[in-house]
T-cell receptor, first 114, second 112 residues
Framework: AQSVSQHNHHVILSEAASLELGCNYS??????LFWYVQYPGQHLQLLLK??????LVKGIKGFEAEFIKSKFSFNLRKPSVQWSDTAEYFC????????????FGSGTRLSIRP | EAQVTQNPRYLITVTGKKLTVTCSQN?????MSWYRQDPGLGLRQIYY???????DKGDVPEGYKVSRKEKRNFPLILESPSPNQTSLYFC???????????FGPGTRLTVL
């Protein structure tokens, strides 16, 4: 069965620190990959997505993610975080298969110290 | 304004009392989905719908029903709610299942 793993459950950083959040999935075929963000008290919003082409994708607010097919990974990065990046981040995978399920990871809570 | 709406936003009910959470989108999306969000478990898909009259189970469908009689609406039905269904529920829609999803504001359900 497909699964998505986000190994960092809670990350605490200071402002201006660099960020990398891990995401690994367990499907061997073609996938679409997403990162969503949930700010406190708000609903989920799309940060960025990968469908095909350049494995390095750029999203909103200075975030980027790199798809490494050989590692089944889609890690999220930001060179310098801000206090306003405090949120929960979810990786999601949709596989090109007969099923149309979308699988989310368990989420990573990011806390930024001002 | 393009959006996904859910009602009610908050609901406290008792075990066994049937309830319906409505979901509506105005973007003419084909794919709609329901998720529940629980601490430490992320979002888990309950049911999804590829189009009108086409629905299928997600990862945690037990205790839930859905229907898709119109493209814009995708209600979630709990025939006999139980305390383990206390959760935060999100409805989402997308053009197809391969596109980004747009989420509703969430419904916080408490079953006593």
């Amino acid at each position: 069965a497909q699964s998505v793993s986000q190994h960092n459950h809670h990350v605490i950083l200071s402002e201006a620190a660099s960020l990398e959040l891990g995401c690994n999935y367990s499907y061997g075929g073609t996938v679409n990959l997403f990162w969503y963000v949930q700010y406190p008290g708000q609903h989920l919003q799309l940060l960025l997505k990968y469908f095909s082409g350049d494995p390095l994708v750029k999203g909103i607010k200075g975030f980027e993610a790199e798809f490494i097919k050989s590692k089944f990974s889609f890690n999220l990065r930001k060179p310098s975080v801000q206090w306003s990046d405090t949120a929960e981040y979810f990786c999601a995978v949709n596989a090109y298969s007969s099923a149309s399920k979308i699988i989310f990871g368990s989420g990573t809570r990011l806390s930024i110290r001002p | 304004e393009a959006q996904v709406t859910q009602n009610p936003r908050y609901l406290i009910t008792v075990t066994g009392k049937k309830l319906t959470v409505t979901c509506s989108q105005n973007m003419n999306h084909e794919y709609m989905s329901w998720y529940r969000q629980d601490p430490g478990l992320g979002l888990r898909q309950i049911y999804y719908s590829m189009n009108v009259e086409v629905t299928d189970k997600g990862d945690v469908p037990e205790g839930y029903k859905v229907s898709r009689k119109e493209k814009r609406n995708f209600p979630l039905i709990l025939e006999s709610p139980s305390p383990n269904q206390t959760s935060l529920y999100f409805c989402a829609s997308s053009l197809t299942n391969f596109n980004e999803q747009f989420f509703g504001p969430g419904t916080r359900l408490t079953v006593l």
